[in-house]
């Protein structure tokens, strides 16, 4: 409408106000309120400036690809357009099994860091039954060396018998020097782990004497534990099932989109935006002053209504995607029967180095009385000028040895019992530590449970035959096979290890030069 040589000039704007929600079901709810304002020079118009725009509700739900709540909560909302779909793990189903994986985790560490205190803790009450050996022995190479050099000026003994006691001292001495060393060290190690601070002006000193009583557990219920409580499986497992979810939502885009739409809008127009009457200035008779009172007013409305439906040839990322999760999940159930083997054998090693440790205490402790024995025996003798000072000395060395390897398999055994709970997974519950959310539900449990003795109580396959055979072989059934005889049968069945004697504690000022003040402690055999 512009004449020859004219210039159109408009001045436009738009508001726009959306408000959406997504239901559980994938269905979308949206409504929206538009304004746009157009102003120009064009004489064909019916107001020099219009306002026009409209109030729209519409509701989207699909059908068929990525419909359910299922679907939903796996991979969280789907939009109007499969496009650009490259992963089924944004819903919050998933973002949960993440919470949970992340918490086993963290029990997992926390466990670990349990059993590195605990270790600790024994490595420190063996420094100081170590610390405690060495200087009994050095107090007896004291006395020995101080006998000899008064015997030495008596003329009962040789100059090389005296410098054989001083060089023994000595050596003993160092010893028990580099035993306070190693106490300290392990002492700040402690400190360390339980973030203490490296000096206060105390020193740690562990209560709790280990223990001496035999521990049986059963290797059935022990294997039933330990698949049911082991964090890693539990996370192996809340993984797979997370994949499990997430095959299902791949699978159902790999369906065809087939959506229903409807929708309501009421429209408007007006010369003004508000107006306080309906008379506008090109005097219709519609009263289009206002152009919301077009719009309260309902009488230019439109509404739709019916299917939409869209399918990509192919489908080759949604067949990809589902590949790639199925490769995932087969990986991911490989690893977790992986992981029970490798827990069932980590558990075997924790019984076998249980009952290794309880033999060793028991051999050990029969060695220290025999030690000791010996020691009494050989200064007796030497008393008598039967033997040398040599012998003497050697059986010296002999019980401060034996004292200290039967410490370290008693303490090696108490911690072996801490190895063999943290292998089954109860260390923390061992210890009263509790996580807020570090259990499953309770048929969670039932069916791990189910599953290890599924594991534990596998089909017996008669016609299997085992090469080389078993060592308790029946008579009977393979005659003239020789069989390995019970060590019972054999050897004496060691004595019971009886309490530990009281520590010695050391010196104050870590000085060793008054160590000839240190008495023997009684020996409780």
Do not use: C
């Given at each position: 409408g512009l004449a020859q040589g004219d210039t159109l000039t408009e001045d436009a704007a738009a508001f726009t106000s959306p408000l959406a929600k997504t239901m559980a079901d994938g269905g979308q709810f949206a409504v929206s309120h538009n304004w746009n304002y157009s102003s120009n020079n064009a004489p064909a118009r019916l107001?020099?400036?219009?306002?026009t725009g409209f109030l729209r509700a519409e509701y989207r739900r699909p059908l068929w690809a990525a419909s359910g709540l299922d679907f939903t909560r796996i991979n969280g909302p789907i939009g109007q357009s499969l496009t650009g779909v490259t992963g089924v793990s944004q819903g919050v189903v998933i973002a949960r099994i993440n919470t949970d994986i992340s918490i086993a985790d963290f029990e997992l560490t926390v466990a670990?860091?349990?059993k590195e205190i605990e270790d600790a803790y024994w490595d420190l009450a063996l420094a100081y039954r170590t610390y405690d050996a060495e200087m009994v022995a050095l107090t007896s190479a004291l006395r020995t060396l101080r006998e000899t050099e008064a015997k030495l000026i008596t003329g009962f003994v040789s100059a090389s018998d005296e410098a054989q006691a001083r060089d023994n001292y000595f050596d003993t001495r160092s010893r028990t020097e580099n035993a306070l060393a190693d106490l300290y060290a392990l002492e700040a190690r402690l400190r360390r782990l339980l973030s203490l601070p490296v000096n206060d002006g105390h020193v740690i000193r562990p209560v709790d004497e280990p223990a001496v009583a035999e521990f049986q557990p059963d290797w059935r219920i022990s294997l039933a534990q330990a698949l049911t409580n082991r964090p890693e499986l539990r996370r192996q497992k809340w993984s797979i099932k997370s994949l499990e979810l997430q095959l299902q939502a791949a699978r159902s885009l790999a369906q065809p989109r087939l959506d229903f739409i409807s929708g309501y809008q009421v429209n408007a127009f007006g010369d003004h935006l508000l107006g306080q009457n309906d008379n506008d200035a090109a005097g219709t008779a519609q009263g289009l002053n206002s152009a919301y009172e077009t719009l309260t007013q309902g009488n230019q409305t439109s509404w739709d209504l019916g299917l939409q439906f869209s399918m990509p040839f192919g489908f080759r990322l949604a067949l990809a995607q589902i590949r790639n999760v199925e490769l995932r999940l087969a990986k991911a159930r490989a690893a977790l029967n992986a992981q029970e083997l490798e827990i069932s054998h980590e558990l075997a090693a924790?019984?076998?180095?249980?009952?290794r440790f309880y033999l060793t205490a028991q051999t050990n402790f029969n060695r220290r009385r025999a030690a000791a024995e010996r020691v009494a025996a050989a200064e007796a003798e030497y008393e008598l000028e039967r033997i040398t000072l040599d012998i003497v000395l050697r059986a010296q060395i002999s019980l401060s040895q034996a004292e200290i390897a039967y410490y370290r398999s008693l303490i090696e055994y108490n911690k072996s019992v801490a190895e063999l709970y943290y292998r089954m997974g109860r260390l923390l519950e061992l210890n009263e530590i509790e996580?807020?959310?570090n259990a499953w539900t309770p048929q969670a449990y039932i069916d791990a449970l189910r599953r290890a003795w599924e594991r534990t109580n596998a089909i017996p396959a008669p016609h299997l035959k085992t090469r080389p055979l078993e060592f308790e072989a029946d008579l009977d059934a393979h005659p003239g096979e020789l069989l390995l005889p019970d060590a019972r049968d054999v050897f004496e069945e060691?004595?019971?290890?009886?309490?530990?004697p009281p520590f010695v504690p050391p010196p104050p000022?870590?000085?060793?030069?008054?160590?000839g003040q240190v008495s023997l402690p009684a020996d409780p055999s």
């Amino acid at each position: 409408g512009l004449a020859q040589g004219d210039t159109l000039t408009e001045d436009a704007a738009a508001f726009t106000s959306p408000l959406a929600k997504t239901m559980a079901d994938g269905g979308q709810f949206a409504v929206s309120h538009n304004w746009n304002y157009s102003s120009n020079n064009a004489p064909a118009r019916l107001f020099p400036s219009v306002y026009t725009g409209f109030l729209r509700a519409e509701y989207r739900r699909p059908l068929w690809a990525a419909s359910g709540l299922d679907f939903t909560r796996i991979n969280g909302p789907i939009g109007q357009s499969l496009t650009g779909v490259t992963g089924v793990s944004q819903g919050v189903v998933i973002a949960r099994i993440n919470t949970d994986i992340s918490i086993a985790d963290f029990e997992l560490t926390v466990a670990g860091l349990v059993k590195e205190i605990e270790d600790a803790y024994w490595d420190l009450a063996l420094a100081y039954r170590t610390y405690d050996a060495e200087m009994v022995a050095l107090t007896s190479a004291l006395r020995t060396l101080r006998e000899t050099e008064a015997k030495l000026i008596t003329g009962f003994v040789s100059a090389s018998d005296e410098a054989q006691a001083r060089d023994n001292y000595f050596d003993t001495r160092s010893r028990t020097e580099n035993a306070l060393a190693d106490l300290y060290a392990l002492e700040a190690r402690l400190r360390r782990l339980l973030s203490l601070p490296v000096n206060d002006g105390h020193v740690i000193r562990p209560v709790d004497e280990p223990a001496v009583a035999e521990f049986q557990p059963d290797w059935r219920i022990s294997l039933a534990q330990a698949l049911t409580n082991r964090p890693e499986l539990r996370r192996q497992k809340w993984s797979i099932k997370s994949l499990e979810l997430q095959l299902q939502a791949a699978r159902s885009l790999a369906q065809p989109r087939l959506d229903f739409i409807s929708g309501y809008q009421v429209n408007a127009f007006g010369d003004h935006l508000l107006g306080q009457n309906d008379n506008d200035a090109a005097g219709t008779a519609q009263g289009l002053n206002s152009a919301y009172e077009t719009l309260t007013q309902g009488n230019q409305t439109s509404w739709d209504l019916g299917l939409q439906f869209s399918m990509p040839f192919g489908f080759r990322l949604a067949l990809a995607q589902i590949r790639n999760v199925e490769l995932r999940l087969a990986k991911a159930r490989a690893a977790l029967n992986a992981q029970e083997l490798e827990i069932s054998h980590e558990l075997a090693a924790a019984f076998q180095q249980l009952d290794r440790f309880y033999l060793t205490a028991q051999t050990n402790f029969n060695r220290r009385r025999a030690a000791a024995e010996r020691v009494a025996a050989a200064e007796a003798e030497y008393e008598l000028e039967r033997i040398t000072l040599d012998i003497v000395l050697r059986a010296q060395i002999s019980l401060s040895q034996a004292e200290i390897a039967y410490y370290r398999s008693l303490i090696e055994y108490n911690k072996s019992v801490a190895e063999l709970y943290y292998r089954m997974g109860r260390l923390l519950e061992l210890n009263e530590i509790e996580l807020a959310e570090n259990a499953w539900t309770p048929q969670a449990y039932i069916d791990a449970l189910r599953r290890a003795w599924e594991r534990t109580n596998a089909i017996p396959a008669p016609h299997l035959k085992t090469r080389p055979l078993e060592f308790e072989a029946d008579l009977d059934a393979h005659p003239g096979e020789l069989l390995l005889p019970d060590a019972r049968d054999v050897f004496e069945e060691p004595a019971p290890a009886p309490e530990s004697p009281p520590f010695v504690p050391p010196p104050p000022n870590g000085d060793l030069r008054d160590a000839g003040q240190v008495s023997l402690p009684a020996d409780p055999s």
